[in-house]
């Protein structure tokens, strides 16, 4: 949703909604104007995911995970309070137990985990990648995610139409998030893309996703 006003009004709906239907609802609003962790698209997201899963991991995506299942848990009576559930929710993800979970479902699935583990242990499994660099000296003010997905979509991680086939190798990681500072020549962010001539127009676009100011 645009603002925080329309996001709350959709919340309520939706667990109005869910209630009435007889389950058990709650609603959390998150920021979303940045995109959640360093990685936008297919594999990058599933390589942070899996680094989430073993207690690791960029720590917006750790703290949203955390607050999803303490309100589970607390929604489920596993725990007495939000933030007794938070300690249980952080405890078993510093555990070990999620990743090793997550892999049983892979494998039940038929997933081959050795090639599997092959995959996370690559830098990129894109045949180019090239990096967004910062102009100027300061502190990241503005990582627009609207913008950053719309490039990953034209990268071939989304579909313009619903027949189109998505790349699974291809988006963007390494972002630089809002507060943090970053030197002259910096990077802002990586692409990962099918080709140059796709890489080199995300380059540019990425570069508008971007804003630096002179404080945090």
């Avoid at 071939?156 to 190798?169: S, Y």
């Avoid at 002259?184 to 080709?195: D, K, P, Y």
Wanted: hydrophobic share 45%; with cysteine; glycine share 10%.
């Amino acid at each position: 949703m645009p603002d925080r006003a329309a996001a709350r009004k959709l919340a309520e709906a939706m667990v109005k909604l869910g209630n009435r239907c007889g389950t058990n609802t709650r609603a959390v609003l998150s920021d979303m104007n940045t995109p959640l962790g360093c990685a936008a698209g297919n594999w990058l997201e599933v390589r942070e995911s899996a680094e989430c899963l073993a207690g690791g991991g960029p720590a917006d995506l750790r703290a949203l995970v955390i607050e999803c299942a303490a309100q589970l848990l607390v929604q489920t009576r596993k725990a007495k309070t939000l933030a007794a559930a938070r300690k249980l929710a952080a405890a078993c993800l510093d555990s070990g137990l999620p990743r090793r979970k997550w892999e049983e479902m892979l494998a039940a699935q038929g997933a081959d985990l050795a090639a599997y583990g092959k995959l996370l242990a690559q830098d990129s499994i894109a045949p180019v990648v090239r990096e967004v660099k910062a102009g100027r000296a300061g502190f990241v003010a503005v990582c627009d995610a609207r913008v950053i997905g719309e490039a990953v979509r034209d990268l071939g991680g989304g579909r313009a139409v619903r027949e189109a086939v998505i790349d699974f190798r291809v988006g963007v990681d390494r972002l630089a998030k809002p507060g943090d500072r970053v030197a002259r020549g910096a990077t802002l962010c990586r692409v990962h893309a099918a080709e140059a001539t796709s890489a080199d127009m995300a380059v540019k676009r990425l570069a508008g996703a971007f804003r630096l100011a002179g404080r945090p």
